[in-house]
Structure formats: C-alpha cells, structure tokens
C-alpha cells in the first residue's frame, strides 16, 4: 500500500494510534495547537532542524527506521547542548505520495523509539505531499531552570577545551557508504546513520555548573569550535595529537585527522571548563559512561591554531559542512 490509499489524514490517524499521552502534555496530536506545559521554573529549550533527501540523508542505504532514529536524535543532541532535558517534539513530513506505507511506518518507528528512550512526547505536526523527495522537519521543546542553561558564549581565557567521545567516525561511515559498503554493523557506518545524542551528559555538565560553554558537533571540531569562539570572544589552541580517534577511523578512514577536524554529525558534545576544575572531568566521564579528553585551550587571541607537540601544524585542513558553499 502507498500514501495514495491511505491519504493525509489516514496517516495522521495512524501516527496518532501511535502515541499515548505524555508528561506535560494538556492537549496532543489532533488540535489546532497543541497544549503543553513546561515544569514549574522551568525555560523552555526550542530547537528546529531540517533534513532534507539528497542533501541530509540517502534513501538508498538509509533503512527508514534509522532515519527516525537519527530525526529525532539530532535535535535531543541540541537540547543537550543547552544542558537540557527534551520534552515534547512536533514532526513536519513532506513525502512523495507514492511512497510504501511501510516506509513511513519504518520511520515512525526509529522516531518513536528514540522518543521513548529520551522521555519526548510528539505532540503535533503537519503532513504534505511532495513531488520531490522526502523533507523532514523536527521540532523539539526542552526545558531546564533558565539559570541553568549553557550557551555558546561563556568561554573565557584559558579555559580547557573538552569534547566527549571520538570524533570522525560518521564521516567516516559516509565515506564508506559512498563506496559501497553495507555492512550496518560497522562502527562508523552506524555513528553515521544512527547517532547517539549525549543526553545525559549534557545535563550532568550543566548540572555541576562545570561547561562555561558548550555545543554539539554536528558541523565539524574546527566550524563548531568557531561557533563557540564568534559568541564567546578569544582564540583556541588545539592539539591535534590529542584528538579523540576511534581504531576504526584510523584503521579505515582515508584521512582521520581531516575526519576529525572537518567530518560533522558525530553530535558528541564540545565544551569549556576553567582548567581549575580540570579534576572534575573523570567523575562526570565515569558517570555519563562517556570519555572525556581535553584537546586544547581558550586563548586570548583570535582564531584556532592547530599544533602537534610544540610546533604547527601546517595542513589547510577543509572546513565544515556550509550549506552554501560545500557540496
Ligand atoms: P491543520 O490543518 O490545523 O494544520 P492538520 O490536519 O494538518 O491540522 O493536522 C491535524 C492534527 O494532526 C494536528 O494536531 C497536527 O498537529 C497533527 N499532525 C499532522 N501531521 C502530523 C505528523 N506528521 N506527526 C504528528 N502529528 C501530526
Ligand atoms: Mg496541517
């Protein structure tokens, strides 16, 4: 059966079957508007992206469920960056009429599955044909006490640059998609097409008041670090030795360093302590079950200066994803 036989509002009738009611939730799917409420002092977080067939993601080795998944999961990371908890999520699909309806039941089942695992409820959205290909468009309300909330722009002068996991593997599943591997349980093949969002590290972070700014690296190391630099002021150091690679990007990745620096949607979280509490990483590492390596330092210069050892580094290394220009 396609999108035909079943029709907008069939289908919204049967994403609706789907869900039950949830946390803060006065009204759900089916009103104009849907009612929620935040807990009482609490901000809430809104965050928005758009994926978009052809340039986000490829149907062709992209399982349906997968793409759910990573639907969702992009924004929980965004949330997460902020230190916040996600809570109510509104879905915004633009599909090809002539689309299996098993398709679309593959992917509300990732999206679903990721919104059990997180604590979202889906609260609304809006469904359309296209005559192109498929548009996904997630919105995610999130909430944390405002005093709370980390940003972009608290880093200071000499704080230590901080980011959790290993960086460049989805861009290194990419690049092994693009050559025809399929093998889903590879590592990097599965960072690419099902990332993990760092939910509670992110909250444990903002928790002990340790991140002074943080961001999630979904453009790259180097574009997401010079986000936090253009809100926070000063330069950056980075010490490449000390990048967190995983042993499938070196072992697989035709230029882990640039994977690294420059491949986006790891969504592990980047961010700034003061090095006094430098102590504190190991307790917060243990806790999130996330490691945690210190790459670099605020500067009070300008820009970011990659070094190996002492000396440096002298590759032009590409930069991150710009909608605009890359591609
Ligand atoms: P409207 O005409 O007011 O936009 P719709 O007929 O598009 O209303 O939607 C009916 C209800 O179904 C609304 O509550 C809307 O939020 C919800 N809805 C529509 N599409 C989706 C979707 N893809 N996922 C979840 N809820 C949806
Ligand atoms: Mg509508």
Redesign the pocket.
């Known amino acids: 059966m396609d999108l035909t036989s079943l029709g907008?509002?069939g289908l919204?009738r049967r994403?609706?079957r789907r869900v039950g009611p949830g946390c803060g939730v006065v009204r759900g799917?089916?009103?104009?508007c849907?009612v929620t409420l935040p807990a009482p002092g609490s901000a809430i977080l809104s965050t928005v992206d758009l994926l978009t067939e052809g340039v986000h993601f490829d149907r062709s080795f992209h399982p349906p469920r997968l793409l759910g998944r990573k639907s969702l999961s992009v924004n929980v990371s965004d949330v997460a960056a902020c230190g916040g908890t996600p809570r109510h999520a509104?879905?915004?699909?633009a599909i090809p009429p002539g689309t299996d309806t098993r398709w679309v039941d593959g992917f509300m089942d990732g999206f679903l599955a990721v919104a059990r695992e997180e604590g979202v409820t889906?609260t609304?959205?809006?469904?359309c044909g296209s005559k192109g290909g498929v548009t996904i468009s997630v919105t995610l309300m999130g909430e944390r006490e405002p005093a709370g909330v980390v940003g972009r722009h608290g880093a200071r002068e000499g704080d230590l640059i901080v980011v959790s996991g290993t960086l460049g593997d989805s861009a290194t599943g990419l690049e092994l998609l693009r050559q025809g591997e399929r093998d889903l349980s590879h590592p990097c093949i599965r960072r690419h097409l099902d990332p993990t969002p760092r939910s509670r590290l992110g909250r444990l972070l903002a928790d002990r008041g340790l991140a002074t700014a943080m961001i999630d690296v979904s453009d790259g190391l180097l574009a997401d670090l010079e986000h936090i630099l253009e809100e926070s002021g000063g330069g950056a150091v980075v010490q490449v030795e000390a990048i967190p690679l995983s042993d499938p990007v070196r072992r697989v990745s035709s230029d882990p360093l640039d994977a690294a620096l420059s491949g986006g949607e790891d969504y592990e979280l980047l961010f700034t302590i003061p090095s006094g509490r430098k102590g504190k990483l190991e307790g917060v590492s243990r806790e999130s079950g996330i490691p945690l390596t210190v790459i670099g330092r605020v500067t009070g210069g300008q820009g970011i200066t990659l070094r190996e050892g002492d000396r440096p580094l002298t590759m032009a290394p590409s930069r991150g994803y710009d909608h605009f220009r890359s591609g």
């Open positions: 907008e509002f919204i994403i609706r799917i089916g009103d104009d849907a509104l879905l915004a699909l889906l609304g959205g809006d469904t």
